[in-house]
């Protein structure tokens, strides 16, 4: 069964530092890009993001280059998404999710991992 | 960046009733379009992909189609479980995109 597990919920302050992460089984985890979406409170669904775990290429929204950064562990079978100084704009809930095997739609999603960023 | 425009916005139906949303790409990206359904507190499903190919386990009443730039999210025969908000999202060219959402509501 293909599982896409999400790290914890986070509450962090403005200004600090945050890696989540993906962890996909029941797959072969270099074989499928993995996307990460943003859906602040409210809101609608947000592409952020692509890598591929088999040789790490990434594409990032314009939206996002240069606010976030998506790398893989392919040993964990692990995606990550980081911030180097959060904002308060960047509350929202963060979504994996696994590509189909020609790259075109996700079909499978990790359950999401809530970011707070408050003073 | 291709923009993907869902009407409507929000929708309020009885159960039985049909639901026809719409999509409609800024410009042309053949059937690289794809629905997914999100109900409250969950992550999202892929319902159809390629605008009118069923994904695996959904049910039947869920169907898509397309034309030209246009592209239909119907569901037959409303249920009670399809109270969710449903989006588009293209696949044609990077950056991939998704539509602003339709909520349905069951009445």
């Known amino acids: 069964e293909v599982q896409l597990v999400q790290s914890g919920a986070e509450v962090k302050k403005p200004g600090e530092s945050l890696k989540i992460s993906c962890k996909g089984s029941?797959?072969?985890?270099?074989?499928?890009?993995i996307g990460w979406v943003r859906q602040m409170p409210g809101k609608g669904l947000e592409w952020m993001g692509i890598i591929y775990p088999g040789d790490s290429d990434t594409r990032y929204s314009p939206s996002f280059q240069g606010q976030v950064t998506i790398s893989v562990d392919k040993s964990l079978s692990t995606a990550y998404l980081q911030w180097s100084s959060l904002k308060a704009s960047d509350t929202a809930m963060y979504y994996c999710?696994?590509?189909?095997?020609?790259?075109?739609?996700?079909?499978?999603w990790g359950q999401g991992t809530l970011v707070t960023v408050s003073s | 960046e291709i923009v993907l425009t869902q009407s409507p916005d929000f929708q309020s139906v009885t159960p039985k009733e049909k639901v026809t949303i719409t999509c409609r790409a800024s410009?042309?990206?053949?059937?690289?379009l794809h629905w997914y359904q999100q109900k409250p507190h969950q992550s999202p499903k892929l319902l159809i992909k390629?605008?009118?190919q069923s994904f695996s386990g959904v049910p039947s009443r869920f169907s898509g189609s397309r034309s030209g730039t246009d592209f239909t999210l119907t569901i037959n025969s409303l249920e009670a479980e399809d109270a969710a908000t449903y989006y588009c999202h293209q696949s044609s060219t990077l950056p991939l995109t998704f539509g602003g959402g339709t909520k349905v509501e069951i009445k």
């Open positions: 410009q042309t990206i053949g059937s690289n």
């Open positions: 390629y605008a009118s």
């Open positions: 999710a696994k590509t189909s095997d020609d790259g075109n739609y996700f079909d499978h």
């Open positions: 029941g797959y072969i985890f270099t074989n499928y890009w």
